[in-house]
Every structure is written in structure tokens, then in C-alpha cells.
């Protein structure tokens, strides 16, 4: 239910916008992150407490609590029905068109009646949004770049969306008692950067139970099979979850086979078969004799294969990188491979700190002590304050003097809080010509800073490269924040030499970002991947804008990991002293 009504306040900021009414859109959007992040369903949270329950959700306050309250009652919020009744547009689907905000939204639907996704590309293509005074004709040609690109990149689910719901169905389905275990298989098993659906494993037997409470779950909205072993349905905000019952002694055989990716498992099949056995989701068999099957380890270990990872299950190098090392373990001999497998891939407890985290200085939702104590309690023991600067005028970004009294308050607040540190820093805007918006002398006071592109992406690929290079060269520049620009679904990367960036962070010690925000997720895998074979110093970041930011940190580990990412290579798993050695300064 979290979901639903996430999406719900979600509209509700959008269409409070619409309305012009101040500050009111961004609680609804914090609420709707906090509840796409909660572990608890909010109906077992008001079960258990109330209102007041509800209230204690973080960024929750009573407005929304009630709305939430009326909800699980109900199933509606007569509010957001209300709001939706006077401009009945597909929100979602036309917030995916690059560009399109509330107010053009609704200024679309007043002069076009535009509803949906199709309406606007009929009407950009007959010409008819250059005529509205304040779109013109460069809207209208972004509005039909920005279409394509959405059907382009498909329909396919975020992984930070899908993931906490995916989980929840687990835990839901692990606590019926016929149930032995529960995986989520599929591609968010192997984090991938979007969904196309969920597929989940269980052990039972006797899986009546189990079919009865999965489809009969409150999120789905269409049954489109129920059978003994294997249901599909569809939730109500359009995503299919598809529910498989197993026996114990397949089970690894039918995780391995249903978590993909379906390159990764052709190539399996191919050694199966070249031993004369047969390899499928029953199990690994030598005629009717079964060799493999009870666990993915004892699987890859008959193939002469050691363990891989899901995250790097693509087929992209891994499986000679495991024979080899396997050959070596058990038989001896020199490693011998160009590709090795990492010795100790990046673990998703592994980092200490966290390097991009904003706060109510700007446009954050809490306090620094309020982000200071959320980070502690997601398990770090460092964060790095990093605020927007001025030329974000939006956010209400940060001139030398407002940086000057922050770092006074920062030092303030480490005095009063103990088992984290909280680092001074900014996220500087890199200039068209790739100068920063404050000034250097103000920048060699902080702790760590990192610089990133946030306006003016149209330029030639050469223009932008030199640009972010320039940036890198600033000795005060430690990070590079998402250093792609791109929004998943939403936002093309901005055209940029990866190579030749991964080159600088190299030669100037800067170091990479793998900013874990789920609408970015960037770098992605392949550049993480590059970066590691470079050698270039990364880092995971929240880029956290509210107390329940920090979860989002999984998702990064979980590129990182599918770059093949040691935890060596990842600068914040090591203890603050040794990351701070890492910066430029060197300072400690
Ligand atoms: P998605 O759902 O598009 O994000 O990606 P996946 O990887 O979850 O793909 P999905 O849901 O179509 O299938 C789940 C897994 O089942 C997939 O990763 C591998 C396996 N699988 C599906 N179809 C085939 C197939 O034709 N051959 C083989 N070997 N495996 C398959
Ligand atoms: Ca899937
Ligand atoms: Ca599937
Ligand atoms: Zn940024």
C-alpha cells in the first residue's frame, strides 16, 4: 500500500503546484519518499499504533498522516480525487517528458485540453503548442525530442522504485508459515538499473497457502493466472510480479535459472552441454542422475565454475574469469587470465561515509543534525555536508558567506553529536566554461568538495569534456558528482568522453562519483567497470535530500558491484582518516 500511496502524493505535490500554493508540494513530496522507502506496510503500521504511528513515520506530520489514515480505511483521498477531478491528466506520464513541470502541464491541459501522452504529441506534431505564448516553438521541438526519448527507453520500472516493493512482497510471503524461504530473482536481484518485471521464488511444500495470500495481496489489481506452483499478477500501478513455487532440491537450480541474465544462462547451458549433462531450472543432470541443483554454489561448483555474483551475471566476462580461477584453486598453477573476478567485490555493508547529502541550507528537508543522526543510524561514521551553490538560484544555492556560516554550525554540531563526523563541503556548480561559482579561497576551508554540471547541457561532446576536465583540474575539486547528467527515463547523459574523464580523475586525483540516487543511478555499471580498469577512485553517494535518502545507498553498491567494483576502488568503505588522505589536500 506504501506505494500506491506514495504515487498518490506524489500527484498531490505536483497538483499543488499546479495550484501555486507555496511550500505544501515539497512535504508531500518528502512524505511519498518516505513511504517508498518505509520497511513497514502503513497498514500494519496503523494497525499497531494509530494516527500517532503513523505520525512517527519520518516526514510524516498529521495532515498526511490522516490523508494516510483515510486511506487505509477507505482506499481513497478525497483531497487528491478533488485536485484530480479539476485537471484529469495522466501526471506520470507526462512529467516522463523531459521538461514538462507542473505549470506547463497545466497550461497544456487549459488551452489544449492535453490528458495524455498521445494528446501531446498529436498536438506538437499539428503544430499547435508553438502558438501558447509562453511555450513557443523551441517547447514544442523539446516537448517531441523529449517523447521520443521516453519511447525509446520503454516502459521499464526504476530499480529504486521497485525494489523496496519487491521486498515487501518477500517479507510478507516469508512470514506465512508453510513457507520455507523466499528469493526475489529476476533483474532486481542482479540491480539492474531498471525493471521490466519482478519474479520471485519460493520453497514449499504445500504452496496453497502461499498462491492464496500473493494474489490475494492488496497492491494487485488483475489475477492473470493462479495455479498451483506458478502466479502472475499485476499490481495496480502497472507492474507484473510473477510468484514460483519449487522444491527444496531445485531450488538453486531455479534461482539460478530465473535470476538470469538469460545471456548469462545460454552460456551456462553451453558447458553443461559440452560435459554431455543437462542444465535447466529442475536442476544439472547427467541423464536421470541429478548433479547439481540444491544451491547455486554446489551448481557453479560442477560446472568447474567459482561462485559468481548476480550482479555481474551478464555475460560480459565473467564466467571465463570464474573457470580460470577455478582451475587454479583446485588444480594449482599461475592465474593466467587478462580478466580476473574481484577478490573482494564491494559489499552492501561496506561503506563508512557518504559524500553528497543535502540539507534544509538549501533545498534538503532537514536539518544537519537531523541528516547527521539518519546517516549514523543507516550504519556510517562520516557524511559530507554539500549544499548547492549560488548559481542554483532555485535552491536557494550557497554564496561564500552563507558556505562560511554553515562550516561555523557544522563545527558546532560535531561537537555536540558523537559516533559520526560531519564533513564541510558544497556540490560547486561547474560553469559553461567549466570555472566554478565560488571562489577557491572559500573552497580550500572546506573538508571535501565535490563539483558537478547542473545547467547548460547543450554543447558539443568536445566543448563538455573540456569543460568537466577544467573543472578536475581545480586542485580544491575532489569529486566529481554524477558525472553523466543523465535522469533514467527521463534525461539523456549529456554528450561527455567518459574516456577521456575517467583519464583526468586519474591524472588529477579526482574522484568519481556513483551517485545512488534512484532517478540517476550514475555512473552507470559500464562506466563504473571502465573506471575500475583504470584504475580511477570512486565513490557510492546518497545524494540523500531527506532523512530517508540514505537507503538509496543499496542501489549504488548495486552498480558498483555490477561494475565489478572491489571494495579497494571504493574510497568511502575506508575509515575517515584514510578517505580524507585520499583527497587532494591531503587534509586531516
Ligand atoms: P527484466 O524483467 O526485463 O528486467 O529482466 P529479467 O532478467 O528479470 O528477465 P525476465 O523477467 O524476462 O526473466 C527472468 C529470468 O528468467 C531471466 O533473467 C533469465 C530467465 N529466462 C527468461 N527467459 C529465458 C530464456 O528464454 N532462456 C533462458 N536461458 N533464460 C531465460
Ligand atoms: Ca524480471
Ligand atoms: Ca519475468
Ligand atoms: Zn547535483
Known amino acids: 500500500m506504501n506505494q500506491e500511496l506514495a504515487r498518490i502524493f506524489e500527484e498531490m505535490a505536483v497538483l499543488l503546484d499546479m495550484e501555486g500554493v507555496a511550500f505544501k508540494p515539497r512535504a508531500f513530496e518528502r512524505a511519498a519518499e518516505a513511504l517508498a522507502n518505509a520497511d513497514e506496510d502503513v497498514r500494519e503500521t496503523y494497525r499497531r499504533g494509530g494516527l500517532k504511528a503513523l505520525e512517527e513515520i519520518p516526514d510524516v506530520g498529521r495532515g498526511i498522516a490522516e490523508r494516510i489514515e483515510e486511506f487505509v480505511k ?19 506520464g507526462l512529467r516522463s517528458v523531459a521538461g ?14 492535453i490528458r495524455t501522452v498521445a494528446d501531446l504529441e498529436k498536438a506538437a506534431k499539428a503544430g499547435k503548442i508553438r502558438g501558447i505564448p509562453t511555450l513557443g516553438l523551441k517547447t514544442e521541438q523539446n516537448i517531441l525530442k523529449g517523447i521520443t526519448f521516453v519511447e525509446e527507453t520503454g516502459k521499464r520500472f526504476l530499480l529504486g522504485e521497485v525494489w523496496p516493493m519487491a521486498a515487501s512482497i518477500q517479507a510478507r510471503l516469508e512470514r506465512i508459515s508453510e513457507v520455507e524461504r523466499v528469493m526475489v530473482a529476476g533483474s532486481i536481484r542482479r540491480m539492474k538499473e531498471t525493471i521490466g518485471d519482478v519474479d520471485i521464488l519460493a520453497i514449499s511444500k504445500k504452496p496453497g497457502p502461499i498462491m492464496d495470500a500473493f494474489c490475494r495481496m492488496p497492491e494487485v489489481g488483475r489475477v492473470y493466472a493462479k495455479g498451483d506452483t506458478k502466479s502472475m499478477v499485476r499490481l495496480r500501478q502497472g507492474l507484473d510480479v510473477d510468484l514460483r513455487v519449487v522444491p527444496a532440491a531445485s531450488f538453486g537450480a531455479a534461482l539460478n535459472y530465473f535470476t538470469g541474465s538469460k545471456e548469462h544462462n545460454v552460456a551456462l547451458r553451453e558447458i553443461a552441454v559440452k560435459k554431455g549433462w543437462k542444465l ?13 541443483g540444491k544451491t547455486e554454489e554446489e551448481l557453479y561448483g560442477a560446472l568447474g565454475l567459482r561462485y559468481i555474483e548476480p550482479e555481474m551475471r551478464e555475460n560480459r566476462g565473467e564466467i571465463e574469469a570464474a573457470r580460470h580461477e577455478f582451475a587454479v584453486r583446485n588444480h594449482g598453477g599461475q592465474a593466467r587470465g587478462k580478466i580476473s573476478l574481484p577478490k573482494n567485490l564491494v559489499g552492501y555493508g561496506d561503506l563508512r561515509g557518504d559524500l553528497q547529502v543535502q540539507t534544509d541550507w538549501t533545498d534538503g528537508a532537514h536539518s544537519i543534525l537531523q541528516m547527521a543522526e539518519a546517516a549514523k543510524k543507516a550504519g556510517l561514521e562520516y557524511i559530507c555536508i554539500t549544499d548547492h551553490t549560488r548559481s542554483l538560484a532555485m535552491t536557494g544555492g550557497s554564496d561564500e558567506r552563507k558556505l562560511e556560516r554553515q562550516m561555523v554550525e557544522i563545527d558546532r554540531i ?27 579561497r572559500t573552497l580550500a ?7 558537478a554540471v547542473h545547467a547548460q ?12 576536465v577544467r573543472a578536475m583540474e581545480n586542485p580544491h575539486v575532489d569529486i566529481l558528482f554524477h558525472p ?5 527515463n527521463r534525461r539523456a547523459a549529456y554528450d561527455v568522453d567518459m574516456d577521456a574523464i575517467i583519464a583526468a580523475a586519474k591524472r588529477t586525483g579526482t574522484i568519481l562519483e556513483i551517485d545512488a540516487h534512484p532517478d540517476r543511478l550514475d555512473l552507470k555499471d559500464d562506466y563504473v567497470r571502465k573506471a575500475v580498469d583504470a584504475g580511477a577512485p570512486l565513490v557510492i553517494d546518497s545524494d540523500a535530500h531527506a532523512m530517508s535518502g540514505f537507503a538509496a545507498l543499496r542501489y549504488g553498491i548495486g552498480q558498483a558491484r555490477r561494475g565489478w567494483a572491489e571494495r579497494s576502488d571504493i574510497i568511502n568503505t575506508r575509515p575517515l582518516r584514510d578517505f580524507l588522505k585520499c ?6
Open 280 to 292: 535447466n531450472e529442475y536442476g544439472l543432470f547427467a541423464g536421470k542422475r541429478r548433479v547439481a
Open 445 to 451: 576551508k572546506l573538508d571535501c568538495v565535490g563539483a
Open 74 to 92: 477507505t482506499r481513497h483521498v478525497k483531497d487528491y480525487e478533488r485536485m484530480k477531478q479539476r485537471v484529469p491528466v495522466d501526471i506520470a
Open 583 to 588: 583527497l587532494k589536500g591531503g587534509r586531516s
Open 414 to 440: 560535531n561537537k555536540k553529536i558523537s559516533g559520526i563526523t560531519v564533513l564541510r563541503g558544497a556540490e560547486v556548480n561547474i560553469m559553461a566554461d567549466g570555472t566554478l561559482d565560488i571562489a577557491d
Open 457 to 468: 547541457f547543450r554543447m558539443t561532446k568536445a566543448e563538455m569534456t573540456k569543460r568537466i
Open 100 to 113: 514538462l513541470g507542473p505549470k506547463k502541464i497545466l497550461l497544456l491541459w487549459k488551452k489544449l485540453k
Open 484 to 488: 553523466t547528467g543523465r535522469l533514467i
